[in-house]
């Protein structure tokens, strides 16, 4: 019974792979998919943004100065 769980268990860590962690390959495609989201979210927020700071600029225009 020992000998046939012994080449269960040696079999299990066969089966277990060497490489751990991510390699510098991965990093990059991650890194990569991160630029990316980035910019397509600065084109999106673009009109935005625009739109926000000319509304608030003629708000502060009608209040008048201080």
């Known amino acids: 019974m020992l000998k046939a769980y012994t080449r269960a268990v040696a ?3 066969s089966l277990h792979s060497e490489e751990e962690g991510a390699t510098a390959t991965e990093y990059a495609l991650v890194l ?11 084109i999106g927020l ?6 926000l ?8 225009a ?4 201080i």
Do not use: E, H, S, Y
């Open 62 to 65: 009608a209040q008048g100065p």
């Open 32 to 42: 990569g998919l991160v630029a990316i989201a980035l910019v397509v979210a600065a």
């Open 46 to 51: 673009t009109p935005l943004l625009t739109q």
């Open 53 to 60: 700071v000319k509304d608030i600029g003629t708000w502060m």
């Open 11 to 13: 079999r299990l860590n």
